[in-house]
């Protein structure tokens, strides 16, 4: 059971009406992995993400978290996740950080730490705010818990969201565009916090336009072109002897 990886994703098709963005795309994340998804703006890395935590429903493939695959009902344009229950328990394992952070502003950090823990999984609310305190702590912004969204940084909030994430306990956390709002100083903050992470163990799904981030936290990259997998692979052998044209193409524009 414990080869069995957090998420398989296995043939995926995804279209928006006649556009498909998803082609038949393949990920596999191994408990303790972190696995980069990386390409150009439009090759479906964050559509991806979002139909891997069932926030977007996908039109053919199979979708697996831990062995479990997602339940469908209908096919092609009407297909739907046929159990809610277990969507719910899925997504409550997948936590999503979110390129604009989502924080409720009228909550103050602490809150917004906690609220999902609280709410959705039922959670003690004493044994919660302890928690919620430490994983404010490991990310650098104990001192932040009474303050409000707006009163931080973008480099804050987004880790603010990190540890809303991390409070969850969740199997896995997907980050999509976790930097890409930011600051390059700021992005910085946010990439040895997610350094940090990956230094853990912790299983995590990266979309990122970050190159160097996802060469030196991953396990596994993924290079996306127009919704197929281009190539993929270890991160010295993609960032250092590529073999597609077009993923040597795209390493040169993101780096010149």
Known sequence: MSDTPVLSIRDLHKSFGALEVLKGVDLTAPKGHVVSLIGSSGS??????????????????????????VKWKGSGPDRKPADPKQVTRIRTN???????????????????????????????????????????????????????????????????AIARALCMEPRAILFDEPTSAL??????????????????????????HDMAMARDCSDHVIFLHKGLVEEEGAPDKLFGSPESERLRGFLSSVTA
């Open 44 to 69: 479906g890395k964050s559509t991806l993400l979002r139909c891997a935590n069932l926030l977007e429903d996908s039109q053919q493939g199979d979708i697996a978290f831990e062995g479990e695959s």
């Open 94 to 160: 997948l936590s999503m950080v979110f390129q604009q952070f989502n924080l409720w502003s009228h909550m103050t950090i602490l809150q917004n730490v906690m609220e999902a823990p609280v709410t959705v999984l039922g959670r003690d609310r004493g044994d919660v705010e302890q928690a919620a305190r430490g994983y404010l702590a490991k990310v650098g912004i104990g001192d932040k818990c009474d303050a409000y969204p707006a009163q931080l940084s973008g480099g804050q909030q987004q880790r603010a």
């Open 183 to 208: 600051d390059p100083e700021l992005e910085q903050e946010v990439v040895r916090v997610i350094q940090g992470l990956a230094e853990e163990g912790r299983t995590m799904v990266i979309v990122t």
